[in-house]
């Protein structure tokens, strides 16, 4: 059963999810999230997830698309 959510995400995330839409055929950006949240799920790993700060947009661009 799904439920609909509102979440805020940067730019960048959004254009990484709308290309891997495109990229991997899927039907819409929420899926593709949903394909990453279960897979981090299943890698069953979350002290490698969270353990680690990240910042992609401190004193960078955030995500950019693969060439």
Sequence with gaps: MSE???FQLHDDTLRMLSWCKDKYKLS???KALRVILDY???EDDFDK???SVRCLRC???GWVEPD
Excluded: K
């Design 4 to 6: 609909m959510q509102t």
């Design 40 to 42: 981090v799920i299943e």
């Design 49 to 51: 997830v969270f353990g």
């Design 59 to 61: 004193g960078g661009d």
């Design 28 to 30: 819409d950006e929420s």
